[in-house]
C-alpha cells in the first residue's frame, strides 16, 4: 500500500471489489496519526486497515454508519483499547497508550458516546471524574473549588444547570451530554475525541456545543475528532471529513469540496452494494 503526501490522501485498492482504502497520509503539522490499525474481537472484524492523520488546530469529522467501527477507532486512540495491529504516533512521537488516564497525561481526551458519568455523584463531582481537586495538608475533597470551577465551565459554554450539586441522574440527556463535553474540553488536553457530541442534545443545546467548537477551531491550539451523524453538522463545524465504511476509511476530503449530496451518494452506494452482495449470497 503506497502512502500519500501532504497534497493529498492516496487510495489503495482492496480486495473487495468497488472499494478503496485511504492510505497513510502525512502533513507537516500532524499532532496525530494512525496506520495500518485493525481490530477484531472474536470473529468479529471491527477495523480492518484504518489510516487517519489529524492536523494541528483542525476539526476533523468522522462519519459512518452504525457498527462501522468509528467508536472502536476512538476508544484505540484514548488508550481504552488495544489494537491488534498497526501503528499511532503523537507529535512525532510512537504513541502506544496503556491506559485512558496515560492517553489523558499525553494530552488527549474523551467524550465517549456512553458520556461516562456516574448518576449517584454530583455535576460538579462528575465533572472532576478522575481529575479531583484535593486539600492539603489534610487529603479532603476541594468540593468548594470544584463546585466554583464547575459553574465557570458550563457557564463558559452557556449551558444553564441550576444546581450543580444534585446526582446527574436527575438531568435531561441534553444536560448530561453537556457536563460530559464541559469536562473535556475544560481538561488540560489538547486532543479532543468526541464521540456523537451532539446525540442527546435539542437544538438550542446543539448550537451551543457548535458555537463553542467554532471558538476553539478559531483560537487554533485544540485538535479534535468528532464522530457525527448529522452532514450538515460536519460541513458547518469540521476541517475535514472521514468516512468509515466496513472498519476502513474510504474518504478523506476537505469539507470546503465535498457536499450532503455527494456523502449522501456514498452511503447509499454502501446501501446498494450491500443489497447486492446479500442478494448473491442466497
Known amino acids: 500500500m503506497s502512502a500519500g503526501s501532504e497534497g493529498g490522501p492516496a487510495l489503495a485498492d482492496t480486495g473487495i471489489t468497488g472499494e478503496h482504502i485511504v492510505a497513510p497520509t502525512e502533513a507537516a503539522d500532524d499532532v496525530l496519526r494512525v496506520e495500518h490499525v485493525s481490530k477484531r474481537f472474536g470473529p468479529v472484524t471491527a477495523l480492518r486497515d484504518i489510516n487517519l492523520h489529524l492536523r494541528k488546530g483542525e476539526v476533523l469529522g468522522l462519519l459512518g454508519d452504525n457498527g462501522a467501527g468509528k467508536s472502536t477507532l476512538m476508544k484505540i486512540i484514548c488508550g481504552f483499547v488495544k489494537p491488534d495491529e498497526g501503528q499511532m504516533v503523537l507529535k512525532g512521537e510512537p504513541y502506544e497508550p496503556r491506559s485512558v488516564d496515560q492517553a489523558r497525561s499525553l494530552g488527549i481526551d474523551t467524550v465517549y458516546q456512553d458520556l461516562a458519568l456516574i ?76 464521540d456523537e457530541p451532539l446525540a442527546a442534545m435539542g437544538a438550542k443545546e446543539g448550537a451551543l456545543i457548535l458555537d463553542l467548537i467554532a471558538r476553539l477551531k478559531a483560537e487554533g491550539q485544540v485538535s479534535m475528532i468528532m464522530v457525527l451523524h448529522n452532514y450538515v453538522h460536519v460541513l458547518t463545524a469540521c476541517d475535514r471529513v472521514n468516512l468509515i465504511q466496513d472498519g476502513v476509511i474510504t474518504l478523506d476530503k476537505p469539507t470546503s469540496e465535498t457536499s450532503v449530496e455527494e456523502l449522501t451518494e456514498i452511503v447509499v452506494d454502501e446501501y446498494r452494494r450491500a443489497r447486492q452482495a446479500a442478494r448473491a449470497g442466497r
Open 119 to 194: 448518576d449517584e455523584l454530583s455535576v460538579f463531582h462528575n465533572m472532576f471524574l478522575r481529575l479531583e481537586k484535593i486539600k492539603s495538608p489534610l487529603p479532603f475533597l476541594a468540593n468548594h473549588v470544584m463546585r466554583k470551577e464547575a459553574r465557570e465551565a458550563l457557564d463558559d459554554i452557556g449551558v444553564n444547570i441550576p444546581r450543580l450539586n444534585v446526582p446527574v441522574a436527575r438531568l435531561s440527556g441534553g444536560q448530561r451530554q453537556a457536563i460530559a463535553v464541559a469536562r473535556t474540553v475544560h481538561s488540560e488536553a489538547d486532543i479532543l475525541l468526541l
